[in-house]
């Protein structure tokens, strides 16, 4: 079995001025820690989630064109945990050493509101910011390990995204 590794977040806070929703998961998988952005796992499903609900292809797009149409549609992206103790890419793993400081990522941005990719994400925010719940929503989770859920299920589950985005 493989060791607990203890990991700073690499990545950088996927945010500007404009953003108006915040989507956060718990902490970057192996996959996107090695390639250096966010959801980058092709087993996640994350960007087709998006992809069909911005009527934009995200999955083919490179990191580059990801971040700016992200961006372009005011969507900024992080995590909840930005330090911890994990085994691969295993959220029942994950040992949190340091939360991210939500509000700081809040802080210049027109963010209204604050979805939550699957429980852990969920679990781990409201533990840490109990007074930002009436802001926040928990979605179904877009990882592969959330199997049971259908790409339809989680495009209708994520569709709520678009009120916060006109």
Not at 140 to 161: F, G
């Amino acid at each position: 079995m493989k060791q607990k590794e203890r990991i700073i977040h690499p990545l950088e806070i996927l945010k500007d001025q404009n953003s108006k929703v915040l989507l956060l998961g718990s902490f970057p998988s192996v996959k996107s820690r090695e390639m250096n952005f966010f959801y980058m796992n092709k087993t996640n499903r994350f960007y087709k989630v998006l992809s069909s609900l911005l009527n934009i292809d995200l999955v083919s797009m490179s990191i580059e064109e990801k971040k700016k149409a992200l961006l372009k549609n005011n969507i900024a992206l992080y995590d909840v945990v930005k330090e911890c103790e994990i085994i691969n890419s295993s959220d029942s793993s994950l040992k949190i050493i340091e939360y991210t400081d939500v509000e700081k990522i809040l802080e210049n941005t027109n963010i209204k509101h604050i979805f939550l990719n699957g429980n852990k994400a969920y679990e781990l925010f409201s533990k840490k910011y109990p007074h930002l719940l009436n802001m926040s929503t928990k979605m179904k989770s877009t990882s592969s390990a959330n199997a049971k859920e259908s790409l339809e299920s989680l495009i209708e589950d994520y569709r709520i995204i678009l009120n916060y985005l006109l």
